[in-house]
């Protein structure tokens, strides 16, 4: 019997030695796992917004049978491009050169591969923050840059999210508290404070429209592109551990 105790002493002691050299943040679920008591609970909130700023992907891409009559070529009708987005009261710092490549164009032939050509690809990112401009900036931008321009995509944007995203916070929160007191009442505890609160956040937005009827379009007698930018929607999810009693 007194070598029972013994060792037993002996083990509680090396287990207060081990949990005093443990981190805090390893030792406190240890010695309050068992008696802890929460509700985890996700809460989300959401709230649409109409987009203020655009940002259009286009570009040139030439291809040519030598190097340097795809590269003056794609210069030259860039060079435009870019001219008609500053004219279209864009400014320079919202153009970035987002990718320019070269490289050989080869066809297969039963004789092997044969050199065609090269292309050359030049791609920028252009923010338009007048979007009642959109669709004039885009066909001045094709008719500056000719027959090898390419317009790869459009996403619309709200500059400044915070507020939408302050309103989405607090219907994520109410959510959240709504569903623990739910929860708390069918179980037939007493619902406490929050323990811990974490938060993601994600935009979302219908994919590019193109209107039947130009929304956008100026009324000069020509058909210009059709663009609708729609809504998007911001959204708040949060995770809540309620303590209950």
Known sequence: MYRFKFLCLSFG????????????????????SSVSRSIHVTGSGSITGEPDIATLYLG????KESVEAAREEAASAMTAVIDSLKANNIAENDIQTENFSIYPRYDYTE????????????TV???????????????????????????????????????????????AVKDAEAKAQTLAEASGVILGKPITITETTHTVGPPIAYAETAEFAAD????????AAGELTVTINVTIVYEIG
């Open 220 to 227: 000069d007698g020509r058909s210009s592109t059709p663009i």
């Open 125 to 171: 990112s252009a923010t338009a923050r007048e979007l009642d401009s959109l669709s004039d900036i885009i066909d001045d931008a094709i008719g500056a840059g000719g027959d090898i321009v390419v317009v790869n995509s459009i996403q619309f944007m709200i500059e400044d999210p915070t507020p939408l995203q302050a309103q989405a916070r607090a219907l």
């Open 13 to 32: 002691s090396l287990l207060a030695i081990i949990l005093t050299g443990c981190e805090q943040q390893i030792v406190s679920p240890l010695l309050s």
């Open 60 to 63: 040139v891409s030439v291809e």
């Open 111 to 122: 004789e092997g591969r044969v050199l065609r050509g090269y292309r050359v690809n030049n």
